[in-house]
């Protein structure tokens, strides 16, 4: 009878410290299982110092709500304003006796540019440049007379215009007022739409015309432009500036930082216009995301994977 009661009580013991052995191994392997994942996800991401970080020109932004465009392309050339152009004659047939500026030489609105003795009176008067500009042709030298030619031509160059060819497919969505963003090979800038004309007889095309301040001297006469014109826009939850989306293991992601972490975040993309994509999963509002030299980040980490393979 004690035996049999002490074959049970041995029983009951061993499948205690069965139970027990069970348990302790699942807790390993849970544990052996979240390294391996944490070890994982280090390798999909990258610490990158904040001093290292401005040196290599990695910028952030916060992922926050934006305005998606609808555009339309059309193409164009520079032109000058025809009201920056001045073609200096005298007044009256003479001599020149002294004519001032040459070709290339700027000219304030209101200098003495040139000095003519008149042929009738003999008397002398001057001329004095009618606006601000810049010499572009001369047809005269002192000792000459006076012709059917202009003296000087001044063009000012501070306002030019982009004459955008809009064919009939796109003209009816066209509308003065709309903004347009013009480029060329080496800048943008925004402007909007003062005229609307129709185009050469031979051509169903319309003509739309958009002012360019030229002040700063970057656009020259003759240039080929691209021009998105804007006919609608929409407010999207969320968007990211283009220039942060890289492609990372087949899939189109943002780089996120956390601390002096950087890792890619999947993203589910919208609709998209030159600046800005929207974002519809991946990221939350808030997120600070990588926006210049982020494909710095996705080399690091393509580099890491392909010597982890090794």
């Given at each position: 009878m004690?035996?049999h009661?002490r074959?049970k009580?041995l029983?009951?013991?061993l499948?205690v410290?069965?139970s027990l052995?069970f348990h ?12 391996h ?5 280090h390798?999909?991401s990258?610490t ?11 910028t952030?932004?916060?992922?926050s709500?934006?305005?998606i ?11 000058i ?7 200096i004659?005298?007044r009256?047939p003479?001599l020149?006796?002294?004519i001032?500026p040459g070709i290339?030489d700027?000219?304030?609105?209101g ?5 003519i003795?008149?042929s ?5 008067y ?9 010499v572009?042709a001369r ?5 000459e007379t ?5 003296l ?7 306002q030019?215009w982009?004459?955008?060819?809009v064919f009939?497919l796109?003209a009816?969505?066209?509308r003065v007022g709309q903004e ?7 800048q943008?800038?925004r402007s909007?739409?003062a005229h609307?004309?129709p185009g050469?007889s ?5 003509v739309?015309?958009?002012?360019l301040?030229?002040r700063?001297g970057?656009w020259s006469p ?13 407010d999207?939850?969320l968007?990211?500036d ?9 899939v ?5 930082k956390?601390?002096d972490?950087?890792e890619?975040?999947?993203?589910q993309?919208?609709r998209q216009d ?17 926006v210049?030299n982020s ?6 980490l393509?580099?890491s994977s392909?010597?982890?393979?090794d």
């Amino acid at each position: 009878m004690k035996l049999h009661f002490r074959w049970k009580q041995l029983a009951a013991a061993l499948l205690v410290l069965l139970s027990l052995s069970f348990h302790s191994f699942g807790l390993l392997a849970a544990e052996a299982e979240e390294e391996h994942e944490e070890e994982e996800g280090h390798a999909e991401s990258v610490t990158i110092d904040p001093a290292m970080a401005k040196q290599a020109g990695i910028t952030m932004a916060a992922a926050s709500p934006g305005v998606i465009r609808d555009a339309i392309t059309v193409y164009g050339r520079t032109v000058i304003d025809p009201q920056g152009i001045s073609q200096i004659r005298a007044r009256f047939p003479g001599l020149v006796v002294r004519i001032e500026p040459g070709i290339g030489d700027s000219v304030a609105a209101g200098d003495t540019i040139a000095e003519i003795e008149s042929s009738e009176s003999l008397n002398n008067y001057v001329i004095r440049a009618p606006i601000n500009g810049i010499v572009t042709a001369r047809n005269a030298n002192p000792g000459e007379t006076t012709g059917d030619q202009p003296l000087l031509i001044l063009a000012n160059y501070d306002q030019m215009w982009a004459e955008l060819t809009v064919f009939p497919l796109n003209a009816a969505r066209i509308r003065v007022g709309q903004e347009v963003i013009l480029r060329t090979n080496a800048q943008a800038i925004r402007s909007s739409i003062a005229h609307i004309l129709p185009g050469a007889s031979e051509s169903p095309a319309v003509v739309a015309r958009v002012p360019l301040d030229n002040r700063d001297g970057l656009w020259s006469p003759g240039l080929l432009v691209q021009a998105d014109v804007v006919i609608g826009q929409a407010d999207v939850a969320l968007a990211v500036d283009n220039r942060a989306i890289q492609t990372f293991e087949n899939v189109p992601v943002v780089f996120v930082k956390e601390g002096d972490i950087y890792e890619p975040r999947p993203v589910q993309l919208g609709r998209q216009d030159d600046a800005l994509t929207e974002i519809l999963g991946g990221l939350d509002p808030g997120d600070q995301y990588v926006v210049e030299n982020s494909y710095l980040i996705k080399a690091d980490l393509e580099k890491s994977s392909v010597e982890d393979d090794d």
